[in-house]
């Protein structure tokens, strides 16, 4: 652990250096950091594929959902591309935002960046440039950790394209770092250094996730997690069979993800046509029902339960409100969604579910930063407190200061007052 956490300092403090200038850099200076960074990833995708063909080539355990995720090809990459120019367009949040005048006061809040900003998460490149865009775009830098079966492919995106982008721009390249070790007791430094690293973004399993907070509670780190997931679906007796196949489809596009479906809830009374519409779709995308009586929680995440991540949980209620309130008791709240052509369903659903994201004839995979606010993410936050909660993005990533001056009114009065005083 002893040279695992001095890697860890090592990159902490070359991010720690670079504050000062990401803090006052422009927004046209940030932008253009961001295209460069996108032109690099378009330079060097021959270079970036190697390096996941090798990934890819070691990772040898790996189930067929998590080598999916792990797996670039040109398409993807060039989707990745696609995104991180996207978010070179998007307006910067201005740095002031209510402001409020009394007792000759002038009373606004700021946002100012939050500093060195840590990440840890699965092993997804493309999570490597979605959050590292989002922390040059909110003017932070970060030291960034990814699972080990990612490290050749993130490593490559870093050096080859997100650090020469900032260096393209004028900014310094050693604001976005990457722990060069498999090893996963860097995760735990990481969250272990609250003088370097303010704040961590946790991504990955229940479990995982879990047992790294608790850590960086022990040291003072503080932590904004993404654990567990699970996309739920409730087919109203209202919802036409090529709505609820083609939703039920659309949402299996990808197993490994956290907003897949995972639960699929049909109203008793529709229950048995539905469901023999639906099966067919399931055998097709390669996707095997659970059906009642289950031997497992209703709501268990399948993307989490490696080997097993092709399974979908089927089950009848009695209605929307009965719907509603499976998903707020057994699942994590990520995302859930009705279908079907009654609004008074839909709308005693939507009303009741307590959820992070809530959706009316629309998939749970739309619960993404880029598909939901134009925007890559570091993560989707379902904490039931105030706060970022859904998709976090660099909308998100900033402290609250309260600036308070004189108020204009009273400005002049102050200027007459030290010109008289001899104060200059």
């Known amino acids: 652990m002893g040279q695992v956490l001095e890697e860890v300092r090592q990159a902490a403090e070359a991010a720690r250096s670079a504050v000062d200038a990401m803090a006052a850099a422009s927004d046209e200076a940030v932008d253009a950091a961001l295209v460069a960074i996108a032109d690099a990833l378009r330079a060097e ?9 090798a990934d890819l080539e070691a990772a040898t355990d790996l189930t067929g959902a998590l080598r999916d995720r792990l797996r670039l090809d040109a398409e993807r990459l060039a989707a990745i591309e696609a995104q991180v120019r996207a978010l070179a367009g998007l307006p910067q949040l201005p740095d002031e935002g209510e402001v409020r005048e009394h007792s000759g006061l002038r009373v606004a809040e700021r946002r100012i960046p939050i500093g060195v900003v840590g990440a840890n998460y699965e092993a997804r490149p493309n999570v490597t440039v979605d959050v590292a865009s989002q922390l040059i775009k909110s003017r932070n830098t970060g030291v960034l950790r990814t699972g080990g079966a990612a490290i050749r492919t993130s490593i490559a995106c870093v050096d080859l394209a997100i650090a020469p982008g900032l260096a393209a721009a004028g900014l310094p390249r050693e604001a976005v770092q990457i722990v060069r070790t498999p090893d996963r007791a860097a995760a735990e430094a990481l969250v272990s250094i609250p003088d370097l690293i303010r704040l961590v973004i946790l991504r990955g399993s229940g479990p995982t996730t879990a047992h790294l907070a608790d850590i960086g509670a022990r040291h003072g780190t503080r932590i904004l997690a993404h654990a567990e997931g699970g996309g739920v679906l409730y087919l109203d007796r209202s919802c036409e069979e090529s709505r609820a196949t083609g939703l039920v489809r659309e949402s299996l596009d990808r197993l490994g993800v956290c907003n897949r479906l995972n639960l699929l809830l049909i109203q008793n009374d529709v229950y048995e046509p539905l469901l023999e519409a639906i099966l067919p779709v399931l055998d097709d995308v390669g996707v095997a029902p659970s059906l009642p009586p289950h031997d497992h929680p209703l ?3 399948w993307a989490t339960d490696e080997g097993n991540e092709a399974h979908v949980t089927i089950a009848p209620v009695g209605g929307p409100e009965e719907a509603a309130d499976v998903a707020n008791e057994v699942t994590s709240g990520l995302a859930a969604a009705v279908a079907g052509d009654d609004p008074a369903a839909a709308e005693a659903f939507l009303g009741r579910y307590r959820g992070t994201g809530a959706f009316w004839n629309a998939s749970t995979r739309w619960l ?10 570091t993560g989707i936050n379902v904490d039931r407190v105030p706060g970022p909660r859904g998709p976090v993005t660099y909308r998100d990533l900033y402290l609250r200061q309260w600036r308070v001056v004189p108020a204009a009114s009273a400005q ?7 010109a008289g005083s001899g104060h200059q």
Not at 45 to 53: D, F, G, P, T, V
Not at 368 to 377: H, I, M, S, T, V
Not at 412 to 418: H, I, T
């Open 45 to 53: 995708s021959e270079r970036i594929l190697e390096a996941n063909a």
């Open 299 to 301: 709501g268990k995440e």
């Open 368 to 377: 993404d930063g880029f598909k939901l606010l134009q925007a890559p993410e």
């Open 412 to 418: 002049p009065e102050r200027a007459a007052a030290a």
